[in-house]
Each structure stands twice: as C-alpha cells, then as structure tokens.
C-alpha cells in the first residue's frame, strides 16, 4: 500500500461518516444528537448502570459523558436514580420519553440505511461489516500492543 493511501483511506472514511451523521441529523429533528442515542441504547439494551460503566462501555471521557448524561436528564430522557441499599451509588435508567425518542431515532436509521446502502447488493454490505470488522480489530490489537 502506498502511503498516501493510508491517509485517503481515513480521511474517506472521515468524510462518510460526517456525510452521514449530518444526513441523519437533518432527517431526525429532534433535540437528540448521534452520541446520546447510543447512550439511550446501551441503557435500553444493559439497564440502569452507573455513569462511569456508560463512559467506558461507549468509550467516551467522563467529562464527555456527565455533559452528555446531564443534557439527558434536561431532556427527560434519563434519570439518575440513587440504589436504596447503597445511596452511594447513583445509576442511570432510560425514561419512556426516551425510549420513545430511541424507537423514532432507530426508526429513522433504518429508513436511511436503506437508502444510503441500497446502492449495494447483500454481499456487498457483508463484505463492507466484514471489512470494517476485521480492520477495528487489528486497530484495537495495535492499539494495546504499544501500550
């Protein structure tokens, strides 16, 4: 592979990926970004759990995920709930205004993944995941290697 390969390769997949979370967020005019839906899913999918398991499971920082938690709560789409048997700990649970928000949102995607991707046969979309797959994980495996 030459070296400005490398870089075109990221840089388009960059560019596919801002195309399609502006494409998205243009569609979805609701008061929730990229970044919290997945939150709402992770809660959705695991349940109530605390804030720092969220940053780490989503990979972001805690100061990313308290911003992230707390415009949440504004919204009414999560709550923090203190456990009654240790009221040191503080989880956080998915509302039904959120989960309404995540049902629309993930309404919303596959209606765009079905036209974004329908340039593409069945096999192509396998050899795509597949591709991405294998590429994220040789980039974890780098990642923890040079440690």
């Known amino acids: 592979m030459e070296n400005n390969n490398f870089f075109e390769l990221i840089h388009n ?16 005019n609701m008061n929730v970004n990229i970044s919290q839906i997945l ?4 809660l959705k999918e695991e349940g109530p759990q605390k804030t720092s398991s969220l940053a780490l499971s989503l990979g972001y920082t805690s100061g990313a995920i308290t ?3 707390n ?11 203190q ?4 009221r040191r700990v503080i989880l956080i649970t998915i509302t039904d205004r959120g989960l309404d928000v995540l049902e629309e949102a993930q309404k919303q995607g596959r209606n765009m993944r079905n036209e974004v991707y329908s340039v593409l046969n ?8 597949s591709i991405q797959k294998k590429l994220f994980e040789r980039v974890k495996y780098l990642n923890t290697k040079s440690r």
Do not use: G, P
């Open 122 to 129: 069945t096999q192509e979309v396998e050899q795509l995941l």
């Open 83 to 86: 456990l009654e048997n240790d």
């Open 39 to 42: 939150a709402l899913s992770k």
């Open 67 to 69: 911003k992230l938690t």
């Open 71 to 81: 415009n949440l709560i504004k919204e009414d789409y999560i709550v923090r709930e």
């Open 13 to 28: 997949a960059e560019l596919f990926n801002d195309a399609t979370m502006t494409l998205f967020m243009k569609k979805f």
